[in-house]
């Protein structure tokens, strides 16, 4: 568990920094855009990022577990990752621009207020973008965490910088938010390939055996991942036809504040997962172990939540948004739910079960799409982080189920925390402060703190 803890530290001291620069980032956004022109950016980059993730074709899994297992030679992976993500990400953009053309994406998109060319310029990122999820996978196979993370870091930071120049230079605000994320996809690819290129040199040859592999293995993956992501996002289209932008911004800071909960879970998973796929973890015993605590932890931060939700969302974010508050305090139980079921996927998934998290995923979709059709007309905003919070929990309790079929466990083994947990809990604080230089034995910081 050493390694481990080692691990799981600096991908969570990461993480916060850039939950951190993130967060401020959407802070900036909503003082700038307002609620309106907020919502507007955020279903631009929906588009965005859904056109992305039906690219990866679960290429991007399949490198983690082929570049930890070490079943084919890396530089095949890095060439095969240069290759599918520049034709797949330019394939993409032209059947995008292919689609315009024949007028149906521009009525569709101005049926719901989105803006069809600042869309159409921030599709540009899709090669970028597919190279970055696909060589960062790469360093979290090969277990590469300081560098993995520093691309986690590098995205929210340079986002958070680039937004603040953008909005100094140009008068178009929506036009410099888009510019501002057009450019900080492109700085974080060329930081990923240098560190990729540190690891493997590229052949310029396609490995179709790996090609065929990392389709066949991510696919079932793919379809999960693609699935869970419409499961988070979909109701952001729905909210948009239903209602309109201004409550489109409104839930975007509701999403954004309650998802920053799966800050503890998302770094759990991050660090398990290659774990798992390469040796033979007890992860019977571990990952029950890591769900009991981050229980604790999710529980712990929703409460701060439910209780001074008002007043973060008018502070932070201004007044504007305060309709924001409600559906926020309607998706923490979900959110709470489904933090558990990341870590229960990743550790199946790890296992090589990949198709149980697409079964959950799937279930949940269906869910989140039925209950979103009958709870938005009738609560608008309220109703659909209310389907969210419901399709979460099936999602969870689909993966509870399996995982306590295949090991052989109970949901007890999951949720109710134990005396060994709170030990193991001292260590991981005591290892955090230590590897922080707060140590409390040691309260004066060392003088040469970069020896």
Not at 263 to 281: R, W, Y
Not at 339 to 356: E, F, N, Q
Not at 405 to 429: E, V
Request: hydrophobic share 55%; proline share 3%.
């Amino acid at each position: 568990m050493n390694s481990f803890r080692k691990d799981w530290f600096l991908t969570f001291l990461t993480q916060i920094l850039a939950f951190l620069f993130s967060f401020l980032g959407s802070v900036v956004l909503a003082r700038f855009l307002g609620p309106e022109m907020r919502g507007n950016f955020a279903l631009i980059l929906l588009i965005v990022s859904t056109s992305g993730l039906l690219g990866t074709l679960g290429i991007d899994i399949a490198n983690v577990y082929f570049s930890a297992n070490k079943k084919y030679d890396l530089s095949d992976i890095v060439s095969n990752t240069y290759f599918s993500s520049a034709v797949v990400g330019t394939t993409i953009i032209l059947f995008f621009f292919g689609l315009s053309v024949t007028g149906l994406l521009r009525e569709l998109l101005s049926e719901t207020g989105i803006s069809f060319w600042h869309a159409s310029f921030a599709m540009i990122t899709v090669p970028f973008f597919l190279f970055t999820t696909f060589s960062s996978k790469i360093l979290l196979g090969r277990a590469k965490f300081l560098e993995f993370n520093i691309v986690i870091f590098s995205q929210a930071s340079l986002y958070l910088l680039l937004i603040l120049v953008s909005f100094a230079l140009l008068n178009d605000r929506l036009l410099g938010a888009v510019v501002a994320y057009i450019s900080s996809v492109i700085l974080v690819s060329l930081i990923v390939f240098f560190f990729v290129r540190k690891l493997a040199p590229a052949r310029i040859r396609l490995n179709r055996p790996l090609l065929k592999s990392s389709l066949l293995y991510g696919g079932r993956g793919f379809l999960g991942n693609l699935v869970q992501f419409l499961n988070y996002r979909l109701d952001m289209f729905l909210v948009a036809y239903f209602l309109d932008m201004a409550a489109v911004g409104y839930y975007t800071i509701a999403v954004g504040l309650a998802e920053k909960l799966w800050l503890i879970p998302g770094s759990v998973a991050t660090v398990l997962f290659p774990k798992i796929s390469s040796q033979d973890t007890q992860s019977k015993h571990i990952t029950p172990k890591l769900c009991r605590m981050t229980f604790l932890f999710l529980v712990f931060l929703s409460l701060i939540f439910l209780l001074f939700s008002g007043s973060i969302v008018s502070m932070l974010f201004g007044p504007d948004f305060v309709p924001a508050t409600t559906p926020l305090i309607i998706l923490l139980p979900g959110v709470v739910f489904l933090g558990i079921g990341k870590i229960l996927s990743s550790d199946l998934a790890g296992k090589g079960r990949t198709g149980i998290g697409s079964l959950a995923a799937f279930l949940s979709l269906i869910t989140n799409l039925l209950l979103n059709l009958i709870l938005i007309p009738k609560w608008g905003i309220a109703g659909a982080a209310l389907a969210s919070t419901l399709a979460y929990s099936v999602a969870s309790g689909v993966l509870g189920i399996s995982f306590a079929m295949i090991y052989g466990t109970s949901w007890s083994d999951f949720l109710l925390i134990r005396r060994s947990d709170i030990t193991d809990f001292r260590l991981i604080l005591a290892d955090t402060l230590t590897r922080a230089h707060l140590d409390p034995r040691n309260v004066n910081p060392p003088i040469h703190r970069d020896a």
